[in-house]
């Protein structure tokens, strides 16, 4: 950087800041003002690329915090009060701190305020309830699943259009690599071939573009959670594995406010007090892990403590108690159901104390609501008293290109993802009928000596084929799936060739439908739903004494 462009940058940050002081004193006078807000977004929305631009980390990071406040009080009903402006005018003096720090040495300080960043996001939290719906009008009702954050500048627009424009290329290329069948010409084969590979390359730019690694979204959780297990008198460590995995940085702030949930929750209601834990033969500082991985077409996320775990019991009573359910109606429930339900409308997860866990109006629906409008699921995977409580998130890997399966369902298709593939087998019905068996109410199917729980998709779907001809002795279809250590069958009318699909996600209002995961459209040009292969396990395939019992005799044969 030459001298001259840093000076530049200096004399321009502190008339911005003394800009910024200014019109947060007017604000403080007409909180009701939103031309003075949308003045203020726009200066640190400058502030923020000039830091980009010069590299300026540290004070990116402070200036991005600020323009993301600014943002969200922009879009929520939340009222200006003086602490919020105070707050602000706080984050404008460590950036001051940081340009003089500059001035001084040429280089940014070796630490920043922690705190201030900590108050910032508290106020983003609060803000997050009272965020305004924005409807959405698009046309392809399949294909209007990506939530925006916040408001899109002329950039992000321009990069939102290219990135459909390279999506659309990708799927002539996709149609010109089946035409060689067709030609067998070398010199065509080596033309589109080249066009191809230009074509991934502008792809796999544009869309690392879209993202971050999960790193900066919980770089301030630890702080968060330390606060909270101090104000209760509690002890916890957080480890956070997988900082290094990338997310479309449009479900980023979402999944921030869920994470900031989940570890509060795991601080009120998982994580014991020291003296507790020592008298259960634990250490006095508890554990909260944070693992993120992908999974095929989903981006995948665990919260897991080891805490006290949630007791069924207390659930039943509390379902009853707020009129939920009937009493007999919560005895004949399952312990893994009766869990369920702390992700129900209603149930608000109170803690024993009549207080709401994490300190607000509402626990883990809250969370179900937020990550469902990004396209996503949630589900308590275990929990087990007195050993701990896991947590698991999925998000759509919104754009990322995996290779899926089709398999239709009478005239429905629909996608599979690969990674969920363990066998495809054809069998004519007559020998399939010899090698199934009824065990634990499911039936079960043999192939080479092992044994694998069918499901009906057709009857999940409730789909009716009434017109479809009666063949003598037809061909079956069994894709054989695995998800989560379970291997299961699914049975199908007809199952295509392996492609390589761009996933989209889920229109919100699909999102309450537990058999999806996302869209993609075909090689034949039209959407296809993709198959949320570990919620139709979690769903269909619960049953703890049919999975142990073929577990057995597989070990056994």
Do not use: W
Not at 2 to 12: A, C, G, T, V
């Amino acid at each position: 950087m030459q001298e001259e462009e840093l000076k530049i940058f200096i004399n321009e940050s502190y008339e911005t800041l003394n800009s910024l002081d200014k019109e947060l004193v007017l604000l403080g006078k007409n909180p009701e003002n939103s031309e003075i807000l949308n003045t203020v977004h726009a200066n640190y929305q400058t502030f923020l690329e000039s830091s980009k631009f010069l590299r300026f980390t540290k004070l990116e990071s402070l200036t991005h915090i600020g323009e993301r406040l600014i943002n969200q009080l922009i879009r929520s009903d939340i009222d200006l009060s003086n602490e919020i402006i105070t707050t602000i005018m706080k984050l404008n003096s460590a950036i001051r701190e940081i340009i003089f720090t500059i001035e001084e040495t040429g280089k940014e300080p070796s630490h920043i305020n922690a705190s201030i960043i900590s108050d910032v996001e508290e106020i983003i939290i609060k803000s997050e309830d009272d965020i305004k719906e924005v409807s959405n009008d698009s046309a392809d009702f399949l294909l209007a699943g990506m939530p925006t954050s916040g408001i899109l500048g002329s950039e992000g627009d321009m990069m939102e259009r290219l990135l459909g424009v390279v999506v659309e290329m990708f799927h002539v290329k996709e149609t010109l690599i089946r035409f060689h069948q067709k030609f067998q010409d070398l010199q065509y084969y080596q033309t589109v071939s080249r066009f191809g590979r230009l074509i991934d390359d502008a792809y796999e730019q544009i869309r690392y573009s879209r993202t971050q690694p999960i790193g900066t979204l919980v770089m301030n959780l630890d702080k968060i959670m330390k606060d909270e297990a101090r104000a209760k008198s509690r002890s916890a460590n957080l480890r956070i594995i997988g900082k290094d995995k990338l997310l479309d940085s449009r479900l980023l702030e979402g999944l921030r406010v869920c994470l900031i949930q989940l570890v509060k929750n795991s601080v009120e209601h998982g994580i014991e007090t020291a003296e507790d834990r020592i008298a259960n033969d634990k250490g006095p500082d508890g554990a909260i892990t944070i693992e993120c991985s992908y999974r095929g077409e989903l981006f995948h996320i665990v919260v897991a403590d080891d805490g006290q775990g949630i007791n069924p019991s207390s659930i039943r009573k509390r379902l009853v108690e707020k009129g939920l359910i009937f009493t007999e109606e919560a005895e004949s429930i399952s312990d893994q159901d009766i869990l369920d339900y702390v992700f129900k409308d209603g149930y608000f997860g109170l803690n024993e104390s009549g207080h709401f866990l994490g300190g607000r109006p509402s626990g883990f629906d809250v969370v179900k609501a937020k990550i469902e409008t990004m396209g996503g699921g949630v589900y308590l995977e275990s929990s087990k008293q007195g050993v701990g409580t896991e947590i698991h998130m999925t998000l759509p890997m919104v754009n990322a290109i995996v290779p899926v399966i089709s398999v239709a369902f009478g005239t429905e298709r629909y996608a599979i993802a690969k990674n969920h593939l363990f066998e495809v087998l054809q069998i004519d019905s007559e020998t399939l009928l010899t090698r199934i068996e009824t065990l634990h109410g499911f039936s079960v199917f043999t192939h080479r000596k092992k044994k694998y729980p069918l499901l009906y998709m057709k009857q999940i779907l409730k789909y009716e084929d009434d017109e479809a001809p009666e063949e003598e002795n037809p061909i079956v279809n069994i894709v054989i799936l695995e998800n989560g250590g379970v291997k299961f069958g699914l049975v199908a009318d007809k199952v295509q060739d392996m492609e390589q699909a761009v996933i989209r996600p889920l229109n919100p209002q699909l999102s309450g439908i537990y058999l999806f995961s996302g869209v993609t459209v075909l090689q034949d040009e039209k959407p296809a739903l993709i198959l949320d292969v570990g919620e139709i396990r979690r769903r269909h395939m619960n049953n703890r004494d049919l999975i142990m019992a073929i577990a057995e005799e597989n070990e056994g044969l």
